[in-house]
């Protein structure tokens, strides 16, 4: 299994940066490849959504509301992704998650994809 560790969330005043980093690592399942990766936020008593994504080939995709203020990109040698955050309004409070696909390779040889979620980190953003 691949196991996803978010970094760099906090507490913020609105109009502040936060720079969250997640980096992926696979122990008795080596990786093979990463394909695409991405960041969720979810608040309390509603469901998870999809705020950033970002493919092997650095194709980006974001939610209309992070637009010109949120940029993911990733590091692929250290199979870690970013997601840097300007801008931020107390709407942004969240616990944000980073996900994972690609596909892993066992000791023996044999390969299987995977999808994975990180813990998630906590983002407060106080106005």
């Known amino acids: 299994q691949v196991q996803l560790v978010e970094s760099g969330g906090g507490l913020v005043q609105a109009g502040g940066s936060l720079r969250l980093s997640c980096a992926a690592s696979?122990?008795?399942?080596?990786?093979?490849?990463?394909?695409?990766m991405g960041w969720y936020r979810q608040v309390p008593g509603k469901q998870r959504e999809l705020v950033a994504t970002?493919?092997?080939?650095?194709?980006?995709t974001y939610t209309d509301s992070v637009k010109g203020r949120f940029t993911i990109s990733r590091d692929n040698a250290k199979n870690t992704v970013f997601l840097q955050m300007n801008s931020l309004n107390p709407e942004d409070t969240a616990v944000y998650y980073c996900?994972?696909?690609?596909?892993?390779?066992?000791?023996?040889?044999?390969?299987?994809?995977?999808?994975?979620w990180g813990q998630g980190t906590q983002v407060t953003i106080s106005s």
């Open positions: 696979g122990s008795i399942f080596r990786i093979e490849r990463i394909d695409t």
């Open positions: 970002i493919t092997s080939s650095d194709t980006t």
């Open positions: 996900n994972a696909d690609g596909l892993i390779r066992s000791p023996l040889g044999g390969r299987r994809g995977f999808g994975s």
